[in-house]
């Protein structure tokens, strides 16, 4: 199956590379500001660093599944153009709120908002096969 949909598989490997990068940041900077596991509390800085980990964890549960439906259903071209954003956005994100946590609006915007069109066109596309 993953062969029929190779543009949607790069965008989903990048979109875990991302995710692989923000938690390394995390390990450096619980060496760097000394919170040794399972502590998560520490300075400002290492909190931004540790919220981008979390949060990207938790935008990637909603990002895979709504891309995988979305190419399924209107194929591996539209569901990469789409979602090239989402690894886009969380690198913007996650150098802005790394700088300061109230900049992290337009990286959320461009994780976010691709995210719910992939969902959206995923149900429609489940609902119209129904139909």
Known sequence: MLDSFP???IVTS?????YVWVTLKVGGARAKFGVTAPSVDGPP???RVFRVQQNTLEQLALFVPALWMF???YGDMW???????WPIGRIVYAVSYYAAA???GAGFGLTFLPSVILLLG??????MKLI
């Open 14 to 18: 990048l979109a875990l590379l991302v």
């Open 71 to 73: 190419a399924s259903f």
């Open 45 to 47: 800085d290492f909190l």
């Open 122 to 127: 995923g149900i429609a596309g489940a609902v």
């Open 7 to 9: 543009l949607t598989a």
């Open 79 to 85: 569901a990469a153009i789409i979602g090239i954003f």
């Open 102 to 104: 109230e900049k992290r």
